[in-house]
């Protein structure tokens, strides 16, 4: 038995998330049928996080038992032809037992583009949300402030979730303006909660709008009340970038 | 009666191209259906470039004429409503009678987008061709010296196109290879024959994979002899960059 650690990118427009679901196409199960296809063995893949419809990755990890002897390097190439253009295997190798997409991760990074152009670009169209209304970037980099460190973050926690805990700790929370009118936020926690990036966005978004002040984020975090913190933002512009070990 | 020029972007995966045509769809019968619905007119488009099957477009320009009164910076806004999403209209403007978007048109530049990572960027996908050989960016470089002035471009043209010369005068052909590994080949010329930048990328490769030498390309060029040049690049790379007055 041999434990392989796989990174992949997909683009999420397609599908209904990473995770399997009965009436809808997901990236697990597409992963797992190249996998039998490849292996010749009924495969379950372990995601480090669980996309949800829509959302993409850069950097997804997953990993898998496997009694084929098929060489490591060898799993992008054999997966690529089995899967569709949208969904890519960029790297695999063997890992010690005990490695765990999931719970050996140190740390999760999310990018999230807003596109603030006038008119919508074209091409960035499943990648980014292009907000109606004029934001000020200066805003979105206070509002966030806010929100770096380790707090209870249970105002920016989606319902339908089962975990204990609502602490985590946001180590970094950036805005890159340098792609102008693409704004992108990077953001990195030792984990996070159901649509938390995306209900973070949204709240920044309000504070960037004007309809709530930059130190009112502080209250909102505090308050720990999601009905008041910002709409989830769109799945389109969220992408699981990195996942740290 | 007025003269309206548009600016517009498209994916241009989903199309046939620009050019109205019977049973497929295309840029310009959605563009023409949406003017339509917005002057209450018939309305015929006139594009600086027909763009191909599967081609994009970041500034592609058009103008009609039109007696409807609506002032032209509010076309972006009500075209774009009537428009997929895939289509943008990202500026108007009333201009004087003679201006002709194809005629009028001092140079066309066209970018084209080469993905050299091991495996395909899944967020590139649409928008670049991934070779599957090994490229070198040095020869790419040198084989395109000898494509930049005035020549007779016959051997980098498809059939299929009745323009009586086939002399270009080509401005400028400058690889960017900072985004590696999406390397871009920038080329701008007076005009360009019927696929004429895909041939010129397909010569290139061959030379960038060892094929031929880059000094070959003088010889091809010279030969007028399309049999000579390399394969038809995809489309998907291809890109109307900007339209120069």
Same mark, same amino acid.
């Given at each position: 038995?041999?434990?392989?650690?796989?990174?992949?990118? +997909?683009?999420?427009?397609?599908?209904?998330? $990473?995770?399997?679901?009965?009436?809808?196409?997901?990236?697990? &199960? #597409? =992963?797992?049928?190249?996998?039998?296809?490849?292996?010749?063995?009924?495969?379950?893949?372990?995601?480090?996080?669980?996309?949800?419809?829509?959302?993409?990755?850069?950097?997804?990890?997953?990993?898998?038992?496997?009694?084929?002897?098929?060489?490591?390097?060898?799993?992008?190439?054999?997966?690529?032809?089995?899967?569709?253009?949208?969904?890519?295997?960029?790297?695999?190798?063997?890992?010690?037992?005990?490695?765990?997409?999931?719970?050996?991760?140190?740390?999760?990074?999310?990018?999230?583009?807003?596109?603030?152009?006038? +008119?919508?670009?074209?091409?960035?169209?499943? $990648?980014?949300?292009?907000?109606?209304?004029?934001?000020?970037? &200066? #805003? =979105?980099?206070?509002?966030?402030?806010?929100?770096?460190?380790?707090?209870?973050?249970?105002?920016?926690?989606?319902?339908?979730?089962?975990?204990?805990?609502?602490?985590?700790?946001?180590?970094?929370?950036?805005?890159?303006?340098?792609?102008?009118?693409?704004?992108?936020?990077?953001?990195?926690?030792?984990?996070?909660?159901?649509?938390?990036?995306?209900?973070?966005?949204?709240?920044?978004?309000?504070?960037?709008?004007?309809?709530?002040?930059?130190?009112?984020?502080?209250?909102?975090?505090?308050?720990?009340?999601?009905?008041?913190?910002?709409?989830?933002?769109?799945?389109?512009?969220?992408?699981?970038?990195?996942?740290?070990?």
């Amino acid at each position: 038995m041999r434990n392989i650690k796989l990174l992949l990118s +997909y683009d999420g427009t397609n599908y209904h998330g $990473f995770q399997r679901q009965e009436n809808a196409c997901t990236i697990q &199960e #597409l =992963l797992e049928g190249a996998l039998a296809k490849v292996t010749r063995e009924r495969v379950r893949v372990k995601p480090a996080g669980r996309t949800d419809t829509g959302v993409h990755a850069r950097g997804q990890v997953v990993n898998f038992y496997t009694t084929s002897p098929i060489p490591a390097e060898r799993f992008p190439q054999a997966l690529n032809s089995c899967l569709p253009e949208d969904i890519v295997v960029r790297g695999a190798e063997e890992v010690s037992f005990d490695f765990h997409a999931r719970r050996s991760a140190k740390s999760k990074l999310y990018r999230y583009t807003l596109d603030c152009g006038e +008119y919508p670009d074209v091409f960035w169209r499943r $990648f980014a949300w292009h907000p109606i209304y004029k934001l000020q970037a &200066e #805003l =979105l980099r206070q509002a966030g402030q806010y929100l770096v460190g380790t707090y209870d973050y249970a105002a920016f926690r989606a319902s339908g979730s089962a975990v204990k805990t609502s602490v985590r700790c946001i180590k970094r929370l950036e805005w890159d303006f340098s792609q102008d009118p693409l704004w992108h936020l990077y953001i990195e926690a030792d984990g996070f909660l159901y649509k938390m990036v995306r209900i973070i966005v949204g709240t920044l978004v309000e504070a960037a709008r004007g309809r709530i002040r930059p130190e009112d984020v502080a209250i909102i975090r505090d308050s720990k009340n999601r009905d008041l913190a910002g709409p989830t933002a769109p799945a389109r512009g969220l992408c699981l970038w990195e996942v740290k070990y």
